[in-house]
């Protein structure tokens, strides 16, 4: 499977997401050598109550449990939004071996973008990292859903809480 196929799998996850009412970010655990998807998650924290419930912490907690570890070394995770600083921290204890994502977060994103958790000195585990797969068709969906969440607010007096 392409790095593309992959992250439309991801996509579809974000989707759904979305109509959860959640923030529209998924992601999934891929094992290249056997060519199976280990794992599939998308945002969760407003169903379950918890500020930890992001798509890639979710995807790790269910990966370990498949692999029967917490050392994921050799796996690659698809996400369709760059990880925030919690995310490349447990990415980086988990030792995963390659992270592919689709879209830049300027704003709290912390691989690439903000303090590019990887590249500092006190980071145990870095791994391979590919962003902007599918980079257009991935901020799009972030960008619809959060439209659509300032129209409902705008309409009914910013009563929505999100």
């Known amino acids: 499977m392409t790095d593309k196929t992959l992250m439309?799998?991801?996509?579809d996850e974000a989707e759904k997401a979305a109509?959860?009412?959640?923030?529209?970010i998924g992601a999934l655990i891929y094992d290249p050598s056997s060519k199976t998807i280990?794992?599939?998650a998308k945002n969760a924290?407003?169903?379950?109550?918890?500020?930890?419930?992001?798509?890639?912490?979710?995807?790790?907690r269910a990966a370990g449990q498949v692999v029967?570890?917490?050392?994921?070394?050799?796996?690659?995770?698809?996400?369709?939004?760059e990880p925030c600083v919690m995310c490349a921290g447990a990415l980086s204890h988990a030792r995963i071996g390659r992270?592919?994502?689709?879209?830049?977060?300027?704003k709290g994103g912390a691989v690439e973008s903000g303090?590019?958790?990887?590249?500092?000195?006190?980071?145990?585990?870095?791994?391979?990292?590919?962003?902007?797969?599918?980079e257009a068709e991935t901020g799009q969906v972030?960008?619809?859903?959060?439209?659509?969440?300032?129209?409902?607010?705008t309409s009914d007096g910013g009563k929505d809480e999100v």
């Open 8 to 11: 439309r799998l991801a996509l």
């Open 19 to 24: 109509q959860a009412g959640e923030v529209p």
């Open 38 to 40: 280990i794992a599939r």
């Open 45 to 60: 924290p407003i169903k379950l109550n918890d500020p930890s419930a992001h798509a890639e912490i979710l995807a790790l």
């Open 68 to 81: 029967g570890n917490y050392r994921l070394t050799d796996l690659w995770i698809y996400v369709t939004l």
């Open 99 to 106: 992270v592919i994502y689709g879209a830049s977060d300027p």
């Open 115 to 134: 303090p590019r958790f990887f590249a500092q000195p006190t980071c145990h585990w870095a791994p391979e990292v590919t962003g902007g797969v599918l």
């Open 142 to 153: 972030l960008k619809d859903f959060f439209r659509q969440r300032r129209k409902v607010r």
